[in-house]
């Protein structure tokens, strides 16, 4: 079982940054990617960012490439989201979700993922 904690969340204007981050339980290569996740009210739960623990492959959506940066640190098994150049459509619930190495799903997927933090808020005004 993992555990995943996410912190960091709040209010910021449009243009500002936040950093977001999430604690796990588990220090070893499974899960092999961890990811980033947002829900809007109303919207469904859609793909922010992933990166593996081991080498580094990263995966963006679209929607906030050149503006979000996820990072891992394996020794203190935290994972990161910072969030640059925010903009009001960017608020939303974040979630930190851990996706096992046995899990052939996309990445890109919530299905994929088997592990899932509280979620923390964002909120961005114009």
């Not at 899960?31 to 580094?56: C, D, N, S, Y």
Request: hydrophobic share 35%; net charge neutral.
């Amino acid at each position: 079982q993992v555990q995943l904690v996410e912190s960091g969340g709040g209010l910021v204007q449009a243009g500002g940054s936040l950093g977001l981050s999430c604690a796990t339980s588990s220090r070893t290569s499974n899960p092999h990617l961890m990811g980033w996740f947002r829900q809007a009210p109303g919207k469904e739960r859609e793909f922010v960012a992933a990166q593996t623990w081991i080498g580094g492959n990263t995966f963006y959506a679209d929607s906030v490439v050149g503006r979000f940066t996820i990072s891992t640190d394996y020794a203190k098994n935290t994972v990161y989201l910072q969030m640059n150049n925010l903009k009001p459509e960017d608020t939303a619930v974040y979630y930190c979700a851990a996706k096992s190495l046995g899990n052939s799903g996309s990445y890109n997927r919530p299905l994929s993922y088997d592990y899932w933090g509280q979620g923390t808020s964002v909120i961005v005004s114009s």
